[in-house]
């Protein structure tokens, strides 16, 4: 049977067109997925006839409103019924699709998400996650929260850990996740109060035994293999997110530069531009896209606002493989089981992005 | 006349025979630099004897203790006096040496600082200041704070910015400096609530005029040109510089992959290859070691704690540019004459390392 992804067309900031096109291009490289596409019929269907060969593989579904990037989530929630966003999610509420990708306003769709889907047992605060390239076997570590609240107190560090931990069993077959807390050192007295609160609490609790805690790791251990899962607030998580996009970008662009630069350099990267190539995929911040909110009751993806179709791709293609493997199902069975494994898949962003 | 560098030798993760040999590499690569070299004087003088070129370039002044990395900044103000820390920042303010380096405890360092070398007027909180390589001409941006505090309040996120557009002034040569504030989201509702009050407060005060404040900007912003300066608390710079640092190195080990995958992409790279050292060498954080403490009366450069002979280099010949061109003294004149220029001059770590 064909796994159904629910996809809000209307939010991104490149508008319908993009969306589409990167709904196309999964459609081509990811075989057994349906897609249900929400937003404004007439420019879908407009945007639908370039591509043809997403054919009877797509249903368009009509809805009059969008929910713009510079809306709060609270005036989301009380007038956003109505919107793509809305209808994308509630598709997956209904149980017409396994997950649902949005390119839109990410504190909307969370909103929307919480009341729609509702938290899973126990959960205060959902957080967003993401996949790390890393230099563990697995090749990923997990991120969160990277967005869904700017604030997080001690209680909600320590959730943030049992969600990943819970993510990293099932997402990434983990069978014993370490935690680490993101701080700026890794001595006892270094950071805020909350954060040395969950120190203590995560070390106390050490996670029932389940998963250990390694204490505070530093930025520069977020690729590490020290560590499977950091714990962050959602401030400093996206702000890193970002700040690590824009420094692979510009590492890119001194890659080129380098390409260029004389006779022999650009015989040389004739020679190795296979392996260039491979390079910048795996470099390229477009396809690892794709955060998932952890502690719903349904598989929600937020993809990159400013994604372009090759991203747009990535975060279904994400979406598609958590659905399959029923990776959201398995945090919240792993948390109110605690512990007990209830699946092992692998989930990569993009790992078979053409 | 020779600049005189102050070196704490001891700090450092990678003890006195690092900080020594990065010492004597800066010693080749810049002339006209004489040192005062503060630590174990057998310790040193062993370390000496393996490092002749040093010769009569190098003074050592002996001192019995040492700061170490998990002492609390209040007792290294206590307890201090003695140190290697200690007797290297006293050299700047008796007026022996033009800077100070130390790979040591970045809190013992600015408490240390602030008590020997007093705060610049008009000051409440200084800060800790790094280059970040930019899309821009002048090839860096100026991120801020780094690490100096955790926390910052609206009218500390000001000043920084302040602090931070009179160090593009008068570091980088930067007539009109652009100042952003790090958010995660341009919206002008996201962020912390001292965020908000710090976006209030710089666009009313638009800086008297003399630099112009962009709004918010998000971490993919950091390299870009749409800005020179970015402003942010202590606790979210410092994260952010680790991470990037921490990618970054993550991509080294990718690209040295890509290039030994294929025999062709071996070829390529043997072609290739003085263009991959030049792209090594611009994304190789050891390069752009140094962060400089803002505000103080005195050039104080933090090295990265388990700084390698290479970065110490850099973080000495950054120094060594620092107390060249005048800068700090630049920017308390900057800020107390609210905009009259005192010096332009061209300030980039590591860019005459070999």
Redesign the interface.
């Known amino acids: 049977m064909d796994t159904i992804i629910s996809v809000d067309a209307m939010g991104g900031d490149r508008g319908p067109e993009a969306v589409v096109e990167g709904v196309s291009r999964a459609a081509a490289s990811s075989p057994g997925i349906h897609f249900l596409i929400h937003g404004d019929s007439e420019v879908l269907n407009e945007c639908l006839r370039r591509h043809r060969r997403l054919g009877d593989r797509c249903t368009v579904r009509h809805s009059e409103a969008v929910v713009s ?2 809306e ?1 989530p609270s005036q989301a929630v009380r007038h956003g019924k109505g919107s793509s966003m809305w209808a994308a999610v509630d598709s997956v509420k209904r149980g017409d699709a396994s997950a649902v990708v949005s390119c839109g306003n990410t504190g909307a769709l969370m909103a929307i998400s919480l009341l729609l889907l509702k938290k899973a047992p126990g959960i205060h605060r959902p957080a967003i996650a993401c996949l790390w ?3 563990n076997e697995h090749g990923f570590n997990i991120l969160l929260d990277v ?1 869904a609240d ?2 997080a107190d001690e209680e909600d560090l320590f959730k943030y850990g049992l969600l990943g931990a819970a993510y990293a069993k099932t997402g990434l077959g983990v069978a014993y996740p370490r935690v680490g807390l ?3 050192g890794t ?1 006892s ?4 109060s909350e954060i040395q609160a969950a120190d203590k609490l995560m070390d106390q609790r050490q996670f029932d035994g389940e998963y250990s805690y390694v204490g505070f790791v ?7 293999n020290r560590v499977d899962v950091i714990v ?1 607030d ?3 998580g ?14 890119r ?3 080129k ?3 260029r ?2 006779m ?2 650009r ?10 190539r ?2 910048f995929k ?2 390229d911040p477009r396809r690892a896209n794709g955060g998932v909110f952890l502690g719903l009751n349904g598989t929600v993806v937020k993809s990159h606002g400013s994604a372009d179709p090759i991203a747009v791709e990535a975060a279904i293609e994400f979406a598609g493989k958590l659905a399959k493997s029923h990776v959201t199902s398995g945090v919240v069975t792993e948390l109110s089981s605690k512990g007990q494994r209830t699946g092992t898949a692998s989930i990569e962003p993009g790992a078979n992005t053409a």
Do not use: Q
């Open positions: 990037m510079s709060r390239p890393s230099y967005g700017i604030k993101l701080n700026v001595e007295f270094k950071g805020r530093e930025g520069s251990d977020i690729p590490s962050t959602g401030f400093t996206n702000i890193v997110i970002k700040s690590v996009e824009g420094a692979a970008s510009l590492i662009a001194f890659l530069d380098a390409f630069h004389t022999l350099s015989l040389g990267g004739v020679f190795a531009i296979t392996s260039i491979r390079l795996r470099i």
